[in-house]
Nanobody
Framework: QVQLVESGGGLVQPGGSLRLSCAAS????????MGWYRQAPGKQRELVAS????????????NYADSVKGRFAIFRDNAKNTGYLQMNSLKPEDTAVYYC???????WGQGTQVTVSS
């Protein structure tokens, strides 16, 4: 059983920054890619950013939704079993509950609220 615990959400003004963390229990974290998703009220959950895991040849390859390219950065620290989402130049439309997910598994975090408002 793996638990994913997000932290770092909160209220921030437009143009501000936040760093989300996703701490994983157990020892499988490094073998899987991870993704950050978000869901705004009345909208479907969407993939914001992802990073590969596992083997040496494609480890750490990142991918971003067009809406966050150049503003968000996903990275991971396998020694700490933790993934991160650095969010800069935040906009009101980034307001959502953000979830981390170990890709190709059924493991999701509980979500952390990000609100961008003046």
């Amino acid at each position: 059983q793996v638990q994913l615990v997000e932290s770092g959400g909160g209220l921030v003004q437009p143009g501000g920054s936040l760093r989300l963390s996703c701490a994983a229990s157990g020892s499988i974290f490094r073998f899987y890619g991870m993704g950050w998703y978000r869901q705004a009220p009345g909208k479907q959950r969407e993939l914001v950013a992802s990073i590969t895991g596992g083997g040496f040849t494609n480890f750490g390859v990142t991918n971003y939704a067009d809406s966050v390219k150049g503003r968000f950065a996903i990275f991971r620290d396998n020694a700490k079993n933790t993934g991160y989402l650095q969010m800069n130049s935040l906009k009101p439309e980034d307001t959502a509950v953000y979830y981390c997910h170990l890709r190709d598994t059924g493991y999701w975090g509980q979500g952390t609220q990000v609100t961008v408002s003046s």
